[in-house]
């Protein structure tokens, strides 16, 4: 006996996995900042641990809170697709860069995060979910 559906378990393996792209995303960020010389790169290696760790304690609660409610109501209306989905992640991070009073450069690297996260949330939901 299913006890819960399978869009909802989708969901939950979706909202689990898919904060943990913040990690390639924070290096490739840092990467490509430290080969061109940006401000935004980070000045010591050795704070991209507590980077991580802080971005993803941060990343799981706003996943679960804007990601779940999202999902169910974009497959209620059939829009369930990767440019709605970014849209969306791009206007979350919109709000939250102002409601934290974030520079632009701030709100580009918030931006990344939060498209990174819900490419693989739309990636583990449609693709790899459906394989199983």
Not at 36 to 46: E, H, I, M, P, Q
């Amino acid at each position: 006996m299913k006890v819960f559906s399978t869009n909802l378990r989708k969901a939950i393996a979706a909202t689990a996995i898919s904060p943990l792209a913040v990690i390639p995303a924070i290096l490739s960020f840092t990467f490509v900042s430290w080969l061109f010389g940006t401000d935004f790169a980070v000045s010591n290696f050795n704070e991209l641990p507590v980077l991580f760790m802080i971005i993803l304690f941060l990343a799981y609660p706003l996943t679960a809170a804007i990601g779940l409610p999202c999902n169910f109501v974009l497959l209620r209306f059939n829009l369930f697709k990767l440019t709605v989905i970014l849209a969306i992640a791009v206007v979350a991070a919109l709000i939250i860069s102002l409601m934290f009073n974030l520079t632009f450069g701030g709100w580009v690297f918030y931006t990344y995060l939060t498209c990174s996260i819900a490419f693989l949330y739309w990636f583990v939901f449609t693709r790899v979910c459906n394989e199983t």
